[in-house]
């Protein structure tokens, strides 16, 4: 018999009525509770990609809900309740999807594909990569990708080098050498996919590779991650196209052109090809670029047959990747460089006799492999060899003479340089767990071996005064054959962590250890980016991080070198003193590592239309930097008894002790306003003021012969002042397009040298002209016998302003301070064949 029970009004109630009611009531709560949505975000190629960010609109809020994929590309958030929602995901490098309908439930798990940004070859309209503001790092990046290579019309575009000056804080030298955030070049760390790239004995970046191949470039700079060390001035990892389950093939420069440069020659031919596409669609996949450069040099300053140079360089890069599995890829490289180059070092003050004839070779190999992990572990393991060679030959057997009109006779020096590294790797990505907030722990471990062999044989040098009458003869002693070997290990340990969804902090330890100094130095990195409540398109950053440059072998080598040997002469010819000798020495022990201590300070802002405002503040103060300095005194003034031997009635110039007296500064603030566009348009405008010093500005080598006794001063590569713009952007005509590279900076610092060789006055105290820079292209783009081609005409230095990149500074020469080199106004063409049209 069923139970009955009474409420206040007298209304009957049964026990199955009251169950009816509360299964209702259960299920519309359950329709009304939050749900949590997954899903994983991953390339074209089925490789996981870390830091994406998903946004989630939500029906009458202003704010979407916001996330960020894991190592393994992995995320979580919590919208309101099941349904339709709009989500957009987004990483620099790859197009985005955008305001995609998702039916969300807590069944659903989302699996997004992102194509990684590269030059369209078809006609079809997609939606820019997103200029976003990039939460999952509070280190100060910037970046270029593969299209903005490609596409911005800089001199040399064949150069993947020259393409680096697209990049705010990038300058190039009168040399061509490259230098990031005010460092030398030795003071960049290079990797080519995680590994290091750069020379073995410089520490510089040598290697040649086609812009075709490269995928993006994004320079670290500051409070860096501490995986991230050797390299003070920043890291620049370079990335290079994989390829995709689509065969895609380009072809640029295949014929050569004719110029009008004193008569009509062959001009620079920059033929290049890529090829791309799947061993084994949806499990493997390749890239191979060749690019071939032929240079012929003329110098307009010089007499016809006299004014010219060619060389040729070929470069192949082949990169694959292979899935083993869906949690296990393995990636491999090699890279294979010849550089044959002719009368190189032609210039106005330097004729042909002068010049070196240069062989070069390099070969990279790299293999890595990458192993997802249950609980959202990765490790990761690899290793590279690096092998090079380099042969300068001079145009005869002689010795050098340095007038107050320029350089005569033989290049002095003819030598045979071979280098190695091996490097080994491990990474990982630790389990993530929540303390106060989530995070996310990496650790890794890296160990290099750098060996270097030579055999140089130097003859010599003379300075000769405005009258003709010689000043001083140094000639060269001892062997000049030589080899060294450097161990190099490094342990990082880096956590991630994400206070909340606008809060992340950065903590970092990494210890580097060397064989050279026997010597383990400490770095702590500290990092925060911070997106205000309610404004996720705002990004305040900044930190502070200790950084030890890398042990560079050829600052090592120059005690065991070859050593000058120096006569001076009097007005009359007769000798006032000499054989003076020059001794480079190590006889300091305790030699340190040099130190960096860098703080910087930005902000982000992502407006409307894919706007970007960027301002950034960086101050990097160097100290303990490696300099060489004279440690002779009136009580040591006597040589060794070895030289006593060798070189009758012999004193001394020099000793220079290798010290830990070097300081380096540099300051700087940088604007940068940033755009992209529909259909792979955009444009950038950056303005930078800075200021980089040292007090050891001239870097003192047996090679070169100038003598200095203030180092202090300006670095060479100072520009206090250097706005930099470009542009790819539409016109009103279908399938046009025009853009433009603009650069202008202060020109570079140099010296005042004397007769002697000895730089006169303050080191860099006088500047060259400012510089000056607009090129100005059209480009079409069309279908020809089904094929599609791009065809570009224009004008590089549109104004054709000179801007000169040598000077004639010897105080006591006729010509003194007049300004040689620079490139007048050229006519430039390019075709791309872009493959078959779709």
């Given at each position: 018999?069923?139970?009955?029970?009474?409420?206040?009004?007298?209304?009957?109630?049964t026990v199955r009525t009251l169950q009816t009611l509360f299964v209702c009531l259960w299920v519309t709560a359950a329709g009304l509770a939050e749900v949590r949505f997954a899903g994983q975000v991953q390339s074209n190629t089925r490789e996981p990609l870390n830091g994406a960010r998903i946004l989630i609109k939500i029906p009458d809020k202003p704010l979407p809900v916001q996330a960020f994929t894991d190592v393994q590309g992995l995320f979580a958030a919590i919208v309101p309740t099941a349904g339709s929602y709009t989500v957009t995901v987004e990483r620099d490098g790859f197009y985005p999807i955008r305001d995609r309908t998702i039916d969300i439930s807590a069944e659903v798990h989302a699996t997004f594909e992102l194509a990684p940004v590269r030059e369209m070859a078809q006609s079809v309209d997609v939606t820019s990569a997103p200029v976003g503001i990039d939460m999952e790092t509070a280190t100060s990046q910037?970046?270029?990708?593969?299209?903005e290579i490609v596409n911005v019309p800089y001199q040399n575009t064949n150069d993947f080098r020259q393409a680096l000056r697209i990049i705010p804080g990038v300058v190039r030298d009168n040399?061509?050498?490259?230098?990031?955030?005010?460092?030398?070049?030795?003071?960049?760390m290079y990797t080519l996919n995680g590994f290091n790239i750069t020379d073995p004995l410089t520490g510089r970046f040598d290697s040649r590779l086609s812009v075709e191949s490269v995928q993006a470039v994004e320079i670290s700079s500051g409070n860096m991650a501490a995986e991230y060390?050797?390299?003070?001035?920043?890291?620049?990892?370079?990335?290079?196209?994989?390829?995709?389950?689509?065969?895609?093939?380009?072809?640029?420069n295949f014929v050569p052109g004719f110029e009008n440069r004193k008569g009509l020659i062959i001009g620079d031919w920059t033929p290049r090809a890529n090829l791309s596409g799947p061993i084994l669609k949806g499990r493997a996949w390749f890239s191979d670029?060749?690019?071939?450069?032929?240079?012929?040099?003329?110098?307009?300053?010089?007499?016809?047959?006299e004014d010219r140079g060619q060389s040729m360089r070929l470069s192949n890069l082949v990169h694959t990747q292979v899935n083993l599995s869906p949690s296990n890829i393995l990636y491999t490289s090699f890279l294979f460089n010849r550089w044959t180059a002719g009368r190189t070092g032609l210039s106005a003050l330097d004729p042909i006799s002068t010049t070196l004839d240069r062989r070069t070779r390099q070969w990279f190999f790299s293999v890595k492999d990458q192993a997802y992990l249950p609980g959202r572990v990765l490790l990761e393991f690899g290793f590279a060899a690096n092998r090079t060679f380099g042969r300068d030959i001079p145009q005869g057997e002689g010795i050098l003479s340095y007038t107050p009109e320029g350089r005569r006779g033989y290049a002095f020096v003819d030598a045979i340089r071979q280098g190695a590294r091996d490097q080994f790797l491990v990474n990982g990505f630790l389990p993530s767990f929540s303390l106060w907030g989530s995070h996310q722990v990496k650790s890794g471990l890296d160990l290099d071996r750098a060996a270097y062999e030579q055999d140089v044989r130097r003859t010599g040098f003379e300075n000769y005064s405005d009258s003709g009458a010689l000043v001083r003869r140094t000639l060269y002693a001892?062997?000049?054959?030589?080899?060294?070997?450097?161990?190099?290990?490094?342990?990082?340990?880096?956590?991630?962590?994400?206070v909340r969804s606008g809060v992340l902090v950065e903590l970092g330890i990494r210890t580097d250890w060397t064989n050279i100094l026997h010597r383990w130095d400490w770095s702590p990195r500290f990092g925060v980016a911070y997106s205000p409540h309610g404004l996720i398109n705002t990004k305040i950053f900044g930190g502070f991080s200790q950084i030890f440059d890398g042990t560079n072998l050829r600052v090592f080598s120059r005690p065991l070198d070859q050593f000058p040997v120096t006569t001076y002469y009097g007005p009359y010819g007769d000798i006032a003193r000499g054989p003076a000798l020059t001794l480079f020495t190590i006889a300091n022990p305790r030699l340190r590592r040099p130190q960096y201590r860098i703080v910087t300070a930005?902000?982000?802002?992502?407006?409307?239309?894919?706007v970007m405002l960027r301002?950034?503040?960086?101050?990097?103060?160097?100290?303990?930097?490696?300099?060489?300095?004279?440690?002779?005194?009136?009580?040591?003034?006597?040589?060794?008894?070895?030289?006593?031997?060798?070189?009758?009635?012999?004193?001394?110039?020099a000793v220079l002790s290798l010290t830990n007296q070097r300081r380096d500064e540099y300051n700087s603030i940088a604007f940068t306003i940033k755009q992209n566009i529909r259909r792979q348009y955009e444009w950038m405008a950056s303005y930078v003021h800075s200021r980089a010093a040292s007090n050891t500005v001239v870097d003192v080598t047996a090679d070169d012969p100038v003598v200095v006794t203030d180092n202090r001063g300006r670095l060479p590569w100072d520009a206090p002042h250097r706005f930099l713009s470009w542009a790819y952007l539409p016109t009103p005509f279908k399938n046009w397009a025009v853009t433009y590279f603009l650069e202008t900076r202060s020109g570079y610092p140099f010296s005042f040298v004397g007769e002697d060789g000895k730089i006169q006055g303050l080191v860099n105290q006088r500047r060259f002209p400012n510089y000056f820079e607009l090129n100005l292209h059209l480009e079409r783009r069309f279908v020809f016998r089904h094929y599609r081609w791009a065809l570009r005409f224009g004008a590089n230095n549109l104004t054709n302003r000179i801007n000169p990149d040598t000077v004639n500074n010897v105080i006591t020469s006729s010509g003194f301070l007049q300004f040689y080199g620079g490139v007048g106004r050229s006519v430039n063409f390019r075709i791309r064949w872009l493959g078959r049209a779709q």
């Open positions: 018999m069923a139970r009955w029970y009474y409420m206040a009004q007298g209304t009957k109630v910037r970046s270029v990708t593969s299209t040399r061509g050498g490259v230098h990031v955030n005010g460092g030398g070049e030795e003071q960049v060390g050797r390299g003070s001035a920043g890291t620049m990892a370079i990335r290079t196209n994989t390829g995709d389950d689509k065969l895609r093939y380009t072809a640029t670029s060749v690019d071939v450069q032929y240079v012929n040099t003329v110098i307009r300053d010089l007499p016809k047959g001892g062997t000049g054959a030589l080899s060294l070997h450097n161990y190099e290990t490094a342990w990082y340990l880096q956590d991630s962590w994400r930005g902000v982000e802002q992502s407006l409307v239309n894919s301002a950034e503040y960086m101050r990097r103060t160097g100290r303990r930097g490696f300099s060489f300095l004279n440690s002779l005194s009136e009580s040591s003034a006597a040589p060794p008894e070895w030289a006593q031997q060798q070189f009758n009635g012999c004193t001394l110039d």
